[in-house]
């Protein structure tokens, strides 16, 4: 696997908005210098990446009038290997789940659940605080045997979650295909695949209208403002609706329907998690 070191240079005041771009398309590492600098894989989807990035800032500095500039670097693999897998610890999350990358030996505690997960080019490492807020909410709700909804599953970090922590069963949906890819390996290199099933497409659209007992969404805030009200289409009377990816001015931006009944509210550094409980059906 071949690996591209992006440079996007904007100005200071721009970085926050090219941040969000970043994480609407499923990408939360990149290093700060004048700019931020990102890793990406090499391969076809890359091209496409690169013509949105462009048309955002073009949008975004006709407005402003600034400048930018996108430089490419394609890595070596043993000098990417190194520098990639510095990036990576061991977490702790919760009460019991531990999440790894595979190069590092973990000895798990009695109660632990060990979640060992690839990065690669998803998003779902375990090394946001979105991702850690819905599975620390995740361990608090999910009953055993549940049915469980993971709308943006990203690497398929949480529906693995799920399904280790007692789930019956999991669907994962992301509009990205490469990240159903990377969720479908994750699955089975955990032997997981009987329990979890990823799909590609749009929530109305692809999704069976299967009842759950736990949906989880973390996904960017204007992806979630617009499907937030369908999500509830999908969640059992007494169900637990549990999202991330936004800060608490971004949740007071949410419509939340007064038949969802918020249960706990978490935070880590700026981000919010939320689980909220449906009252009755919805409408
Ligand atoms: C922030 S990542 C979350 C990944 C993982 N669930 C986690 O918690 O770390 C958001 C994912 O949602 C996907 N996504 C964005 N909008 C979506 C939508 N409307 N329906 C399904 N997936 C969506 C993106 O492709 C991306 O993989």
Known sequence: MKWARLEIKVPIESTEILKGFLIGKGIDKWEENGGLRIYMV????????????????????????????????????HKWESKWREAFTLRKVGEKLVIKPPWIEYEP??????????????????????????????????????????????????????ALLGAGKVIGIDIDEMAVRESEENASRLGLGDKVVFLHGNLLKDI??????????????????????????????????????FTEEGYKMLDVPDYLEEMEKMKEDDWVGVAWRMKTASK
């Open 42 to 77: 090499l391969d076809e989807t890359l091209s496409s990446f690169l013509a949105e990035l462009q048309k955002f800032l073009l949008q975004n500095t006709l407005k402003e009038n600034i400048s930018w500039t996108i430089s490419l670097s394609v890595l070596e693999e």
């Open 208 to 245: 069976p209208t299967t009842k759950a007992d736990l949906i989880l969404c973390n996904i960017d805030l204007p992806s979630l403002r617009a499907i937030f009200p369908y999500l509830t289409y999908y969640l059992k009377p007494g169900g637990i609706l549990v999202a991330s990816g």
């Open 109 to 162: 505690k009695e109660e632990e659940i060990v979640l060992e997960i690839e990065p690669r080019s998803a998003f779902g490492t375990g090394e946001h605080p979105s991702t850690r807020l819905c599975l620390s909410l995740m361990e608090k709700f999910l009953k055993k045997d549940s049915i469980v909804l993971d709308v943006g599953c990203g690497s398929g970090i949480l529906s693995l979650a799920a």
